[in-house]
């Protein structure tokens, strides 16, 4: 969404990322969905920014 880096876990060789500990609310999805492509990622910021206008993030229990 910024074209900034977004310290993707998975693009630089680590076992996870920042995102597998989210849930991604439905509309931030649909948003991704229809303006990128599969391959985009979102940064942890972006992801924050959206997600607090929705107030819909909930944290995954490990």
Known sequence: MCKKEND???Q???KSCWC???V???DL???LDS???A???ICQSCFEK???KSKAVEEVVK
């Open 8 to 10: 993707c876990g998975v």
């Open 12 to 14: 630089n060789a680590r």
């Open 20 to 22: 597998f500990s989210v």
């Open 24 to 26: 991604f609310p439905e």
């Open 29 to 31: 999805k649909e948003k």
């Open 35 to 37: 303006d990128y492509d």
């Open 39 to 41: 391959s985009a990622c």
């Open 50 to 52: 959206n997600t607090a």
